[in-house]
């Protein structure tokens, strides 16, 4: 995996952990409209995100794996734009049937 190196250009409201990654977790919460800049890319944040929550950096392809610490966190249900707001609307995990655990039956 490859680190980031303190001179590559990225808005200090997100973190990006690794060059592969097309998400990056927003470190405050950034409302729809602002923008964030990564790489010298102007972003403009289309829904409101979160602290602590992902937003996409570039394209990311319907059926394509969405990439988190350098590694897959799932696959993109629907095509989703740079800005956009990256969660269980437009991403399903490739690792477990449903983002909640199931109930269990009582005895």
Do not use: C, F, W
């Given at each position: 995996?490859?680190?980031?190196?303190?001179?590559?250009?990225?808005?200090?409201?997100?973190?990006?952990?690794?060059?592969?990654?097309n998400?990056?977790?927003?470190?405050?919460?950034?409302?729809?409209g602002?923008?964030?800049?990564?790489?010298?890319?102007?972003?403009r944040?289309?829904d409101?995100?979160?602290?602590?929550?992902?937003?996409?950096?570039?394209?990311?392809?319907?059926?394509?794996?969405?990439l988190?610490?350098g590694?897959?966190?799932?696959?993109?249900?629907?095509?989703?734009?740079?800005?956009?707001?990256?969660?269980?609307?437009?991403?399903?995990?490739?690792?477990?049937?449903?983002?909640?655990?199931?109930?269990?039956?009582?005895?």
């Amino acid at each position: 995996m490859d680190d980031l190196s303190s001179t590559q250009a990225i808005d200090q409201r997100i973190i990006r952990l690794s060059t592969a990654d097309n998400v990056a977790a927003a470190a405050v919460t950034i409302e729809a409209g602002e923008t964030v800049v990564v790489e010298g890319t102007t972003i403009r944040v289309a829904d409101r995100i979160p602290t602590g929550h992902k937003l996409a950096i570039v394209a990311i392809a319907a059926g394509e794996k969405v990439l988190k610490y350098g590694a897959p966190i799932g696959s993109a249900i629907r095509d989703i734009r740079p800005g956009d707001y990256v969660h269980t609307h437009n991403l399903a995990s490739d690792y477990l049937p449903t983002y909640t655990r199931e109930s269990r039956s009582t005895r």
